[in-house]
Structures are given as C-alpha cells and as structure tokens.
C-alpha cells in the first residue's frame, strides 16, 4: 500500500502537521517515487522577496486537494509512493552557498532514484538543481513557464540569481537547447532584441501574446512532439499566470496565464518522460488570501498528476 493523503474525513483539514497535502512526512527520499520538497529562499530575487515563506504557505494552501482527480481521472497515490520530506537547509546569509547545498541536497535525493516536485524558493533554486538532475541523466529537455526568460547574463555582475538560471544552464550544457520550451513571456525588457539570443541557442519562446484567449492543448502537443523521448524537467514560475490569479510573487507582470490555461498546459504535458518539477516565485507576504499558493499547490498536484507511472482511472 502506498502512501496516502490523510483524508478530510479522518482528521479535519486544518488539524494537523502541516505537509503537502498532509502526505507522510520523512526525513530522506528512501523508498520513495515522489519527493516533496521545499527549498525557502528568495536572496536570488531583484525585486520583490518572500519567497522564503513560499513551501509553508504552499502546504498550508495544499490542505485542501483531494487525491483523485476527477475530470482527468487521474489516481497519482495509487501507483507513485509521495512523501514529503521537508526543506533544504539554505544558509540564508550566503546565496552561493545556498546554491551549493542545494545541489548536494538534490544530489542524495536523487541517489535515492526518487523524482522531485520542489516548491521554491525564488527561480534560483532551479539551477543547481538542474545541475543535479543533468548530473545524473544528462542533458535535459524542458518545459520552463515563466512571465520571463531569465537568461540575463549577470544581474549586479552576479552570475547566479533568479534572472540568469536559464542562460547559465545552458552555457553549462545541462540542457537540449532545441528541446527548451519557454511559454508566456511578456513585459517589458532592457533592449528590444532580450528573447532574440536564446532563440539563436535553439530555444522554443512562446509569449504571452501568442496564446491569449486560448486552448493550450494544441501548445502541449507541439512541445511533447518536439521533446519526444528525452528526460525531461517541467520549472513552473507562479508568474507566468496574470496578476489577477497569482498576484502575492516578486516580479508580476500583466497579460498572463489564465487558471484553464496553465492546467491544460500541464495536463497536456502527460506521456512526457518527466524526472523533476519544481513550483516557484510564490511570495506570500505579497499574498495576504493565500490565493496564489493554493493556485500554486493544485498546479503541483496537475505536475504530479502527469508523471510516468500515474494510473488513469
Ligand atoms: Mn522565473
């Protein structure tokens, strides 16, 4: 038997100890298909921080999601076993130093052949642990929603922030450029050539622009008959969406995702050969009704939701 949510009819949903979606919680990845894990930082962020509340917040706002999902069909506990096994250790006087434990920390997770849904954390977060899973698959495909491309060269002259993830991983070859999907970017920029580099890389850039107002189930279906069979990781800033679903995160921007959208963006993502996913930029200080953690919670549950080895009922 495989680790269950506790149930809303077993102890009330706001009783307890709080984990995502009040699963197991232990200290390692031993034993399991699915870790749960948080990472409370927001000293890579430019603009507005928080972001060190983001996994508090999100179990809290997870408390709620049951664990069938029922227009999908989708049963992830009866065949993944998920547990949640709390937070990396960042030392939150020293960025590079947190960025160095958190690689060693997703290094001995995934020494355990467990795959992770990580909740940041500011977008930092994401390039040591592509280091890790590139470490230990080879270069990746991957599938990075976001209001912005994060490929700066450096930000105050530092290399590593939440505005340069991308551009390092690529430089560093932890990436299959012609398999990088960027979706909904917009805002404005620092020169008007900004996203024109990272197409000249290989990258796929969708703006926001390009999909308003409609279906992303055809977008999902371009980016899975272009990653095919590569191992694949899915970075999911809350930012993508518009301010008016997901205002409490850093760096907002108008005219983004809608709630449907970036649910048929994720469920479309489905036969994808997925080995991580991580939920970031969720501030709560910025988010006093909680709403965009429990946007960002119910995304976690869709990205876990189209793993490999999720039975469909
Ligand atoms: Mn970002």
Redesign the pocket.
Known sequence: MTNQPVSGNDLARFAGISSFMRLPVQADAAGLDVAFVGVPMDHGASWRSGTRFGPQQLRAQSAMIRPYALQTGAAPFDGLQCADIGDVAINTFNLADSIRIIKESFDAILAHGAKTITMGGD?TITLPILRAMAAKHGPLALVHV???A?VNEEMFGEKET?GT?FRRAFEEGLLIPEKVWQIGLRGTGYTAEDFDEARGWGFNLVTAPEIWHQSLTPLADRVRESIGGAKTYVSY?I?SLDPSFAPGTGTPEIGGLTTPQAMELIRGLRGLDIVGCDL??VSPPYDPSGNTALVGANLMFELLSVLPGVPYR
Do not use: P
């Open positions: 977008h976001d209001a912005h994060d939440h993830v800033d930012d970031v930029e």
